[in-house]
């Protein structure tokens, strides 16, 4: 039995028996699991768990064929992309996709909201209506990005940074959109040991001021660092949920990860 | 002389239009194929809407003989109106990818349409006689070109300002954004095709003003003042001139259209005259891969435009914020 909506005050994100396919494959299958808020929760699974696609799901680029997506008690199932980001759900990608060729202040200024410079009249014809909050973007933008350490390339093409840089701005445009709950996916797939203690280092300090992050990862050493517990999926469905010690211990897991027969243990905490 | 200010004001009328596709291809990455067909269709009704009643044995709609201002404006919002419908047919159902195809499609339907039709435009004879809009009748022909050249440079010289300010805003950072990758601008909130739709449509509106003010110089539009082919002129000038830079477009224009198109005439003739027309073509085909190899970001690239680089930010107190991150620490953020 599911919890309801609503009912649990910290409960931030509900998935609720969630499923999807693609043409008849189930990539995801009765997927349940709560996101507690300002809680930092790390997704991990082997290949083709369907951690990717909940992630997709989650932020609405994919709609679930069955089940239920709730949002601070509001079912969000069939919202899409700009209205799951309206309300604050922010995501990364799997593989970094910048905008290449513009600047990388100007890739995390797109990211803020509300911007009163994106009408195309106010644009042409009435630019004293938004200068003052572009500039106050800027300065945002510009402290986002020494944050994040990245103010040596503040006015290069994104498209010339490097991995783990990519990595950092990814995050920095994260940020920048003000998120409750933010999605990240792999964030420090193919990056350097020291930039990825970076990306450690500043998700908890995101964490600790109240945002809820739910975090794909294979990197343990880095879920250790920033995960308050960890949801395993293996083919489609959640096998565990607890700390990282808990489930590594977790027979279904470790059968999962090397590839053994699974044990008759019930699934559970 | 006449040969200089025929010139110019080719180049102008060349450059406002490629001033319409740089916004649309250059900003938004919006492939429009079809530009010289709302171009057409902008010549078509500044024509008929200042034009008198056809002569007899000739036909086409309105015959208004409306001042030339009203039939400029007309030309801008007819064009406009023609690439909402395009717009409409093809992006909010298919990726803008294939927008191209959508609007190769259009300029053909538009043009046997223009062709076939004996009442819209008079068929393949098309509309003749527009009247000039500086001087009546006694002006000379070079007196009017120079004439003319004042409000086609003031056009142009505003779409380019107007590209500008695009460029430099926060709607401008969108549209590029959208150009570079759709997908996470919607993951960031925005409806990515609400911008594409401002920005064709403006793209369109010049792309009518240019077609307007051709209609005003030479005083004629038929079908065969715009076959489907043109518009390769004109995006070949945009990519070759620098996509995304309201300089490049321009240069494009002067460059590839007049450039290439005019200063040809003084090769050696060869062959049969034909031979020599498609041998410009070909130049154009030539000077537009050589670009594409050597300097794809076209001569003037969009990077050059960076502006910001060179501008310290200078904000009031009362502006400036804490350090971030500031994703909660304010009224909105994720503890509410």
Redesign the interface.
Known sequence: MTISSGEDPKTLLEIRDVGFHYGGVWAVRNCSFNLA??KVTGLIGPNGAGKSTLMEIL?G?LRAAEGGIFYQGEDVTRV???GM??R?V??T?QDT???????V??NV???A?D??????F???FW?RS?R?Q???L???A???IE?LGLSSHI?E?AGTLSGGQRRLLEIA?A?M?????LLFDEPTAGVFPEISQLIATRIC??AE????ILVVAHNMGFLEKVADDVVVMAEGKVLARGSLDYVRAHEEVVAAYLGMPRMSKPVGE | MYFILDLLLLGCINAIMAAGVNLQYGYNGLLNVANYTFTAIGAYVAGVLTLGKAPQGTSWIGGWSLPWYVGLLGAGVAASLAGLIVFLFSIRRLRSDYLAIVTVAAAYIFYNWATADQGLFDGGNGIFGVPYIFGGSTITTNEYAALLLIPTGAILAICVW?SR??FR??????L??VR??E?????????VWH?QL??YT?GCFMSGLAGAMFVFYITAWSPSAFLPGESFFILAAVIIGGT?NYWGGVLGAFVVVEGLNELTRYLPNFGYPADFGAGRVMLIGVGLLLVLRYRPEGLFP??WL?W??RRP????VT???R????????A????R
């Open positions: 808020e300002g932020s680029f899409g992309p700009v980001a309206s604050g922010v995501r990608f996709r910048l905008f290449a060729r513009l600047p202040i100007e200024m797109i990211a909201g911007q009163r410079g994106e009408s195309a106010r644009s042409m630019r938004w003052e572009e500039l106050g800027r300065t945002q510009t402290e986002l944050w006015y093409q445009r940020l959109a003000r998120p409750k709950l300090e995101v001021q109240g945002v809820t | 107007l300010r695009i805003s926060p709607f401008g950072r969108l590029r954004a570079e990758d997908v996470v601008v919607k993951a960031f909130g925005r409806k911008s401002k920005i403006l995304g969009e990077r960076h910001y680089e930010v200078t904000l009031p502006l400036r914020r350090p971030l991150p500031t994703a909660v620490t304010d909105e953020g994720a503890n």
